[in-house]
T-cell receptor, first 111, second 117 residues
Framework: QKEVEQDPGPLSVPEGAIVSLNCTYS??????FMWYRQYSRKGPELLMY????GNKEDGRFTAQVDKSSKYISLFIRDSQPSDSATYLC???????????FGTGTRLLVSP | EAGVVQSPRYKIIEKKQPVAFWCNPI?????LYWYRQNLGQGPELLIR????????DSQLPKDRFSAERLKGVDSTLKIQPAELGDSAVYLC???????????????FGPGTRLTVL
């Protein structure tokens, strides 16, 4: 079993839809949780990161962490075609710099 | 501010040939990472440097892979000889050394896409 599980998709939605992306994990020591966006032929770029449990909002993006369920989510409101990309969750332990990534979910937002 | 620079962007080689990838991190970033990203997968760490020292190379296949980071700035990752299964995107990332225990954001380069025929 992988430490981090993520549905690879693709997830296809119409423009303006609310998108929900999720990851589950098995290592209870993880404390930092990140969401990266990766466009085709580009490197991942950090969207948001959260320490421990709770919610964090940045514009149209909301990250949620439920440590009791070992489940993290990224919500995108009013999705745009420019949001079409692969979204990678990643996580690490306190004091560690080694990120463990999910497989990534490919999102397609159609006009 | 320039981001992480990698070259070449694409490389096609025959199996058993050697290949090298180069990375220039963001200026002032002490920590440098090499990741491998297979098709349809997330990146996996190969090696992490803090300045010149390789502090985590547990995932580096040492029989054919080597890396160096001279003077604590640029880094080179080498494969010799390459195998078909080495086809992947090789990503370089860098981060600053921040407070102990805190997460320091990793900035990724565009990667080198390697195809081994």
């Amino acid at each position: 079993q992988k430490e981090v599980e993520q549905d690879p998709g693709p997830l296809s939605v119409p423009e303006g839809a609310i998108v929900s992306l999720n990851c589950t994990y098995s290592n209870s020591a993880f404390q930092y949780f990140m969401w990266y966006r990766q466009y085709s032929r580009k490197g991942p770029e950090l969207l948001m990161y959260t320490y421990s449990s709770g919610n964090k909002e940045d514009g149209r993006f909301t990250a949620q962490v439920d440590k009791s369920s070992k489940y993290i989510s990224l919500f995108i409101r009013d999705s745009q075609p420019s949001d079409s990309a692969t979204y990678l969750c990643a996580m690490t332990r306190t004091g560690f710099q080694k990120l463990v990534f999910g497989t990534g979910t490919r999102l397609l937002v159609s006009p | 501010e320039a981001g992480v620079v990698q070259s070449p962007r694409y490389k096609i080689i025959e199996k058993k040939q050697p290949v090298a990838f180069w990375c220039n991190p963001i200026s002032g970033h002490n920590t440098l990472y090499w990741y491998r990203q297979n098709l349809g997968q997330g990146p996996e760490l190969l090696i992490r440097y803090e300045n010149e020292e390789a502090v985590d190379d547990s995932q580096l296949p040492k029989d054919r892979f080597s890396a160096e980071r001279l003077k604590g700035v640029d880094s080179t990752l080498k494969i010799q000889p390459a195998e078909l299964g080495d086809s992947a995107v090789y990503l370089c990332a860098s981060s600053s050394l921040g407070a102990s225990g805190a997460y320091n954001e990793q900035f990724f380069g565009p990667g080198t896409r390697l195809t081994v025929l």
